[in-house]
């Protein structure tokens, strides 16, 4: 069964920047469209970026000009790098699929941004 594991989070100041990373596998992006997701104490889970098998990244406007992911195809990694963090960052950060069916889902990493 496939599991996919995020990396990474921690505690860092508002303004501060954070590089994440999600192991999946080569097949995973080269086949399936990913997205990377957040889920703050008390909300749902929110998608924050679209990562397609080609082309451009897409952002949520929420993280849009701060959050940049790469793609490393031949390790099967996304590498998201946060940066200029607010504490409405706060949440625990999850990649998966974009669309069902979903992988397994991690553990997350939590990012905790103090103000």
């Known amino acids: 069964q496939v599991q996919l594991a995020e990396s990474g989070g921690g505690l860092v100041q508002a303004g501060g920047s954070l590089r994440l990373s999600c192991a999946a596998s080569t097949e995973i992006l080269e086949n399936r469209e990913m997205g990377w997701y957040r889920q703050a104490p008390g909300t749902q889970r929110e998608l924050i970026a679209t990562?397609?098998?080609?082309?451009?990244?897409n952002y949520a406007e929420s993280v849009k000009g701060r959050f940049t992911i790469s793609k490393e195809i031949n390790t099967g990694m996304l590498y998201p790098q946060m940066n200029s963090l607010k504490p409405e960052d706060t949440a625990v950060y999850y990649c998966n699929t974009r669309y069902y069916p979903y992988y397994k889902w991690g553990q997350g990493t939590q990012v905790t941004v103090s103000s």
């Open positions: 990562i397609p098998t080609r082309g451009h990244i």
